[in-house]
């Protein structure tokens, strides 16, 4: 397939050498790009005669669609086209796992902002004009917004099948086995946003021949692809996706948001169409991490040693799927967190509801869990007269364990090591409150009481989840590979169809390139649907499988490049002698050169295609028993916080963190994903939360949805081990998500620590602290 140009302002994320190979803390070539505003993001893009869009949203969060009537809208000044439900040309309903969520309202409305009508005109303030026109006749019906309802079976049922979207049962060993010493407790868990700075935006651009090429900030180009295809009612290649400047993810973008309608609007009109998402419309444009409520009982002996742990986990998917069952998978399965349980009863739901649909967010089912486990560890810690650090240590998970799935634990299994880790790292100074600048206190110079309220607390986390795809869902990643010469030099080109959402990926693949085929020149071609899938930029799982797909397709570029040197090096081969790539050169096993590889390769172009896909993994059976999940990884986390007792303001003095990383394939990235996912973990536990009442978003903007500033963000001391992993490429493991689980519950144990009070609610408030 022909590549096709680019529209105005959207370029190659990737066209300059990568310098440096694995092992190395490379710079990213869009790096200087994106610190100077110069970084084209998909909000950039621009193409000549492009049309606007803007869609028309329910203002309700449930209610029955009697009529639409858009025959003012389309006579408005530069209107163009007016569409709804009934110019669909194909399948009227998409998801990422259960097609359940309609491209265009057309029975009811389930929650409040969904799309109803689409606006395609020359200006973007004409198009919202005209959309704000289409007329709707409602029947507002009462919202069903409490997800335990959801389960009884009392509220209306919103799909087809019932309100419970999975239900999952684990059961463990002993289910009645007895304790000395019993815990029990109830935690909320508040829906989070994932606060991308870029918002939903994309550029779709016409053919002429009936196809249609869209440009688009996403996590995963095939599967968006896929149910483009079926929407559309065109085969998948007359339907083309080239990924644009992605401004942040987490999860958010895995599903469809604009894109249906944004390539339905460009069809009709037979010109490009844009849309971007304001600020307002992005928090109902995308999922948001699923709110829960879990209660627990933990239940050990008189050493310590934990005997059972009972669980029931309820989680808001919203109004449609989305990733939710897989959501739910993770939660129970790591319900009892890093710890040996020889006894385990794990019952998780998630079901509809009228509020607003959650999906994928960092972490993944694992950040709620972690809450409430680590919560129950620190209970458990003061019942017993424990030191809450000692009780995990003397039920750290260990290689030969099982989780309580039943699947066993192989490899390094670091828990014991990386609390050790934590807690031997110097703490922060301690000088007096009253002495301090206000500015370091919990509330900074709002601070009225000038710190004769500040306490400190100290307290530990640990935390873990899956890498990779789960429950026997196929895994894979597609690399091409090509070596030529260029411009006098030899170039290798990676082209992959795996989004760089801000992870490093373009980094890394180049850096794998480098050290597989001994080029300096790299460059990595723009991630498209003209090459096979690379799966989601989500579950830690890009540098493991598309990196192991760039991996095998350099083995096997470099495999044709020996073999034509022995070929046409005839008498000059050496008998029995290694030979690789290294400096541009071939070169012996003592490093001397046999030829350089422009002189060998000449005009020839070498290319290689290639899969990769790790080992097989296994659906959980009617008891929850199976080999489900492909790698684990482990990150313990200790928060040091100042709490003012009499205001109930907290000031997150320092994080401090170990993770096994297997192998660091660009170290300086690896620190900055445990930064960077330690900030939303301490985002949710002490400010981040969606409110919403009766099925309605209250603080849909960042100016009422607050996000960790440079101001809120502690130095966090780190160490990262590289253990290693035996079943992965260069023993790497997934390293995004970690950070972001046990970060969190850290922060809220130095607040119990600090405070002396059970803290159950997430994010925790100052009422909170202060029993208002």
Known sequence: ???????????????????????????????????????????????????????????????????????????????????????LPGRKVYGLEIADQPVLAFDCVRYEGEAVALVAAEHPEQARRAAAKVKVDYEVLEPLTDPELAISGEGPSLHEGGNILRRLRIEHGDQNAPAEVVVSGEYVIGMQDQAPLGPESGLAVPDG????????????????????????????????LTLAGVGGAFGGREDLSMQAHACLLALRTGRPVKIVYGRQESFVGHVHRHPGRLRYEHGADSNGKLVYVKASIVLDGGAYASSSTAVISNACSFASGPYAVPNATIEGWVVY????????????????NCFAHEAQMDKLAQA?????????????????????????????????????????????????????????????????????????????????KNVGYSEGFPDYSTARVTLRVVEGRSQAEVHTASVEVGQGLVTIQGQIARTELGVSQVVVLNADTRVGSGGSSSASRQTYITGGAVKTACEAVRERVLEMARSELGDRAGRGETWRLADDRLVDASGRTVIDLVTLLGDEVVSEER????????????????????????????????????????H???????????????????EGQLEGGAAQGLGLAIMEQVLVTDGKILNPSFTDYLIPTILDMPPVRMEVLELGDPLSPYGLKGVG??????????????????????VSHVPVRPDDLLDL
């Not at 095939?222 to 083309?240: C, G, S």
């Not at 967010?361 to 694992?366: D, N, P, Q, T, V």
């Not at 997150?652 to 690896?670: C, M, R, S, W, Y």
Request: with cysteine.
């Open 652 to 670: 997150v003095v320092e994080l401090a963190t170990a993770q096994d990383v297997g192998k660091a394939i660009n170290p300086q990235a690896v």
């Open 209 to 240: 021949e009936g196809g249609v090429d869209l440009y688009i900030a996403t996590q995963w180009l095939h599967v968006d692809r896929d149910q483009l295809a079926a929407v559309l009612a065109l085969p998948p290649e007359r339907v083309r």
């Open 384 to 464: 017993l007269g424990l030191d809450p650090v000692e009780l995990r240590l003397r039920n750290a998970f260990q290689t030969g364990d099982s989780l309580v799935t039943g699947q066993p634990l192989e490899g390094s299994i670091p828990v014991a090591e990386l609390l050790r880790r934590v807690f031997s790292m110097p703490l922060p100074e301690t000088t007096d409150a009253s002495r301090r600048d206000l500015r370091e206190l919990p509330g900074g110079v709002s601070n009225t009481t000038h710190g004769e309220g500040v306490r400190r607390g100290v307290g530990y986390a640990a935390g873990f």
């Open 353 to 368: 509801t009228n509020n607003p649909p959650c999906g994928a967010m960092r972490g993944f089912g694992s950040v709620q």
């Open 611 to 650: 899969e990769y896909r790790p080992r097989p993994t296994e659906p959980l059976d009617e008891r929850g028993q199976g080999n489900a999940h492909l790698q684990l990884a482990f990150a313990a986390h200790r928060a040091v916080v100042d709490v003012d007792v009499e205001l109930g303001l907290v």
């Open 737 to 758: 998500e970690p950070p972001a689980i046990s970060s969190g519950p850290a922060v809220l144990a130095a607040i119990r620590a600090a405070t002396g009070r059970e």
């Open 1 to 87: 397939m022909e590549a096709r140009p680019l529209p105005t302002r959207q370029r190659p994320l990737a066209q300059s050498a990568i310098t440096g190979g694995i092992g190395e803390s490379v710079k990213r070539p869009e790096g200087v790009l994106k610190v100077s505003g110069d970084f084209p993001y998909s909000s950039d893009l621009w193409a000549e005669g492009m049309l606007w869009g803007s869609t028309l949203r329910s203002p309700h969060p449930y209610a029955r669609i009697r009529a639409i009537d858009t025959t003012e809208a389309a006579t408005m000044p530069g209107v163009h086209l007016v569409l709804t439900h009934a110019d």
